[in-house]
């Protein structure tokens, strides 16, 4: 699905990824964990071009995506959301889910009057959908609400909404359970599941949660230091004294 070769990116004289290269495959949901400082958000701005490599490539299935703009992954199915969530709080549940869509007709001034049919339907046909995804995720009572009303996990979920919008072909999730209580987490991690299984989901996700990622997650990659340093299933990964020095920091 998406391929990362021999990816360097230097700030100044610090090395944040050092000749990284990993394979996340289709349907699969992997966890890239490690310390603070160990790379995993620079890989995955790098991933979703908010910054350019000095070295390496990204390629989705074949096409080499590297350097390109993060609108522009968007349209190709590349979709990240983010540690503290970017919903319009001013927009209700409803209408953050029907703003994602690309390429609405009725963004275009001459089109609000030369194709207003064109326009009544696809807006039909993004509520349709919007009222889906919220009915998929057991928003239904938010429908309305305000999307800056909601809380923190809430949010989070709306975050999995928005990329239900637009069918992506890989979804990178930046903690996702960070400041969630329990039981949104435990929803949040069923919903992953849900969207991988019923709806074969591609999914990279950076978590320090081990518990959280043990019930969802296969392979596991760890990062120290910018680069790889392990990928394995979650009792490999706390079984190695290597994994166990750097990110657990502490033996058996």
Not at 99 to 126: A, D, F, R, T
Not at 240 to 249: A, M, Q, S, T
């Amino acid at each position: 699905m998406l391929s990362i070769s021999n990816i360097s990116k230097s700030f100044g004289g610090i090395k944040a990824l050092n000749n990284v290269s990993l394979n996340f495959e289709k349907g699969h949901i992997t966890a890239l964990i490690g310390p603070n400082g160990a790379g995993k958000t620079t890989l995955f701005n790098v991933i979703n071009g908010s910054l350019k490599p000095d070295a390496g490539k990204v390629c989705l299935n074949t096409e080499n995506i590297t350097g390109l703009e993060p609108h522009q992954l968007f349209s190709k199915g590349v979709l990240r959301t983010f540690q503290i969530s970017q919903e319009f709080q001013s927009l209700t549940v409803l209408d953050n889910l029907m703003m994602v869509p690309s390429n609405q007709i009725g963004e275009s001034i001459l089109n609000s009057w030369l194709k207003l049919k064109e326009i009544k339907n696809q807006e039909l046909n993004n509520l349709k959908k919007a009222k889906e995804v919220i009915k998929f995720l057991s928003l239904d009572k938010l429908t309305y609400e305000y999307a800056g009303n909601l809380s923190g996990g809430q949010k989070k979920l709306l975050e999995l909404g928005r990329t239900m919008m637009v069918e992506p072909k890989i979804v990178l999730l930046d903690e996702v359970g960070a400041g969630v209580n329990k039981t949104l987490l435990k929803k949040i991690g069923d919903t992953i599941s849900r969207l991988n299984k019923e709806l074969n989901y591609t999914f990279v996700m950076i978590e320090h949660d081990l518990d959280f990622i043990s019930r969802l997650c296969n392979p596991i990659v760890v990062m120290a230091e910018g680069s790889i340093l392990k990928i394995g299933k979650i009792n490999e990964i706390k079984n190695d004294h290597k994994v166990i020095e750097v990110y657990l920091g502490k033996g058996n």
